[in-house]
């Protein structure tokens, strides 16, 4: 396990070295190969959710890669306070400084990972080559209140005796670990009072930043009906739904996402090689179930 100082706070980060080679390096080196830095979800998730879908994918097609786990998560330190949007996209900027990454790098977020993406993107542009958002939304207010209200709800239901029970019931053995390492980091932390009260960007700033971006979504997640506002603000996103799944799509469908990054950053990187090999070890109950074809508009 490696830790990082970074932005005060002890940092988990795991890395991958390319297999292959891609033009386009993001270290400042020439020739050197590009960077793509995985950031996770909120409360609930960890850089395993990278490690065990794309990383290794990632890798393989010529990458290096670099995850790590977001403050309060992981085996990141947990400080009780500092949980803005600010705050993790600091820890952002201070990470790839502690690694020395000078150049543009590509971005991929699985839900709030995006945001802090996206936020990184709205501050440093210039160090930013692309955007693939899963199941993600740039830091708007229509984004801020459907976080407010998760957040609030999870705050509220989470630590009730039988919670964890009823959702095993409900959902399987994954739900009840994920909801279990919410209620730790909700129990621990200021995020349910941080988060919401995030400041946001000017939306022209958000439509500021000029890179490919790439946003996909289930088709039956709640996620999909901010899929506009990725649209209005960012006229050069390449949007894809996935019929069938809902907002873990990372996780339940790795190599449908896989399948849909990698021709994208192929594309990017001006059809150099960039083979598709099966993802690393499958997430434990995330294996693809070959869902409908997803959709592009």
Known sequence: MTMVRAN??????????PAAAMSGGSSGAPGAAPIAVLVHGMATDSLASWYLTLAHPLANAGLRVIMYDLRGHGHTERPPEGYTLDDFVDDLAALL??????GPVHLLGNSFGGTIAFGYAVRHPERVAAIAAVESSPPTT??????????????AYLPREHALEEIRAERGELASRRAKTAREVLATTSLVR????????????????RCPVLGIYGGDSPMAALAPDVR?????????TVPGYRHYLLVDAP???RDIVLPWLRQIHGGHSAHADPPGPAARGGQDQDPTPATTH
């Open 8 to 17: 005060g706070l002890n940092v988990h980060v795991e890395q991958l070295p």
């Open 97 to 102: 400084s502690a690694l020395d990454v000078t």
């Open 142 to 155: 229509t984004w801020l209140d459907q976080v407010a209200r998760q957040l609030d709800q999870a705050a």
């Open 194 to 209: 941080d988060l919401p009260a995030s400041r946001l960007p000017a939306e022209e700033r958000i439509s500021a930043i």
């Open 232 to 240: 209005r603000l960012l006229p050069q996103a390449r949007i894809v």
């Open 255 to 257: 190599n449908t996402v």
